[in-house]
Structure formats: C-alpha cells, structure tokens
C-alpha cells in the first residue's frame, strides 16, 4: 500500500515554542491531506483537511492561527503548533488520500508532542 | 447523534477464540463506504478492512471478515483465530458519498486484549 511518513515521530519542547509537524506522501501523490489530534485512550479527532494549493479547512473549535497547516506540494504538507502550551500535548496523526481505490486514507505513524 | 458507534469499550478473549467487535451507524446518504481500522500501542493506523454499501457480499481479509447487515445499520468486524499480536485498539470509521473530501467519521473505539 501507499506510505505516508510523519518527521519528528515524537518531539518534546518549551511551552512558548513553535513546532512544525511534516507529512509526506512518499509514493503517491496526495490531493488532500487530514490532520487529526488523539488524546490517550480517546478516538481521532479531525482538526483540519489540508487540499493542495488552497487554504485548509478548520473543524469547529480549532484554532487556525494555533494549528498552522501548509500544504504547498502533492506530496507534503505541514502542521505548525505555534506558541504551544501543555495543554497542546498530544499525539497528532495526518492521514492522505489517495485518488483511486477503495482505501482512499493512508496514515502516517503519528507525532508524539509533549509541552514541558 | 453519533454516528459512528462502537458500543465496547474494552474486550477481553482468550487466544485462538473468534471475536466480534460492534459496529453500528447512522446516515441517509445511500452511498458511503465503513471503513475498520487496528492501532496498536505503537500509535499507527492500520487499514483492515473496507465495505462499500452496495456491496452485496460481507468482505474478507484473511483472519478479517466484516459482518455487514445494510437493514439493521451494522458493520461488524469478525476477527477468526485469534492472536496475540491482534491486542490493540480497533477503530470502525464511515465515508459518506456526498463529501467530497471523503472525511472519515470515527467511533470511539474497542480495546481488544487477547489473553494467551
């Protein structure tokens, strides 16, 4: 199947800081991509879909200024934490779709932050 | 109303016994594909099985089969002998047809330990 990698697989830093999440479609090009928040124990939670070239969409209650998202080729885009705090710590997944077959959604390994 | 709902939160079943985790959903689009979904303690989302609503046969994947009952609104994921290796959380998702950036909608997820 399609992979999709995600750079840093875990990241810790200062609360105040930025952090800048990628994800990469590595053998397929990706129209669109999703990034998604899960806090332990809980489901994915959708926080935006990123489409290529155009300004991604935000779900309700997220905050576009906070959660950066940048998707400038078919086959990257990025998820910046701007000003993160503790309460930012989480682990953040991005998926991409593919546009043919069935399974269209192809995960990255996920991102582990942690705000000190 | 959700919907997507997974109604156990955590399963416990011996090794080498078959198990059924629950699915059940709601939507009145008439075309939409469910989606099940295992993600170990790793983090990463592992594609397992799909099942288009006009399907008319229930999918399979090997030890996976999707018991799909399109009236009752249940999608079911039949996992057959049983392994250690299958412990992780087992996520069921549904695309609905009538979004075009084919968003996936989450339950909250099934625990699965598998006891040796």
């Known amino acids: 199947g399609a992979v999709v990698s995600q750079h840093p697989s875990w990241v810790i830093c200062k609360s105040g800081t930025s952090v800048k999440i990628e994800c990469r479609s590595l053998?397929?090009?990706?129209?669109?991509m999703f990034w998604y928040r899960q806090f332990p124990k809980q489901s994915l939670m959708l926080m935006a879909t990123?489409?290529?070239?155009?300004?991604?969409?935000?779900e309700q209650g997220v905050e576009k200024d906070k959660f950066l998202i940048n998707h400038a080729s078919l086959t990257l885009s990025t998820l910046t934490v701007t000003s993160a705090h503790p309460e930012d710590s989480s682990f953040y997944i991005c998926?991409?779709?593919?546009?043919?077959?069935?399974?269209?959604?192809?995960f990255g390994p996920g991102t582990r932050l942690t705000v000190l | 109303a959700q919907k997507i709902t997974q109604t156990q939160p955590g399963m416990f079943v011996q090794e080498k016994e078959a198990v059924t985790l629950d699915c059940t959903y709601d939507?009145?689009?008439?075309?939409?594909?469910l989606f099940w979904y295992k993600q170990p303690s790793s983090g990463e989302m592992i594609f397992l099985i799909y099942?288009?609503?006009?399907d008319q046969q229930n999918a399979t994947e090997g030890r996976y089969s999707l018991n799909f009952q399109k009236a009752r609104k249940s999608a079911n994921l039949v996992i057959s002998a049983s392994q250690l290796g299958d412990s992780a959380m087992y996520f069921c998702?549904?695309?609905?047809?009538?979004?075009?950036?084919?968003?996936?909608?989450w339950g909250a997820g099934t625990k699965l330990i598998i006891k040796p």
């Open positions: 998926s991409a779709r593919e546009l043919a077959g069935i399974n269209e959604q192809f």
């Open positions: 053998d397929f090009q990706a129209t669109t």
């Open positions: 990123s489409n290529e070239g155009s300004k991604a969409t935000y």
């Open positions: 939507t009145s689009d008439p075309s939409y594909g």
């Open positions: 099942q288009g609503s006009y």
């Open positions: 998702a549904m695309r609905e047809a009538f979004d075009s950036n084919y968003q996936l909608i």
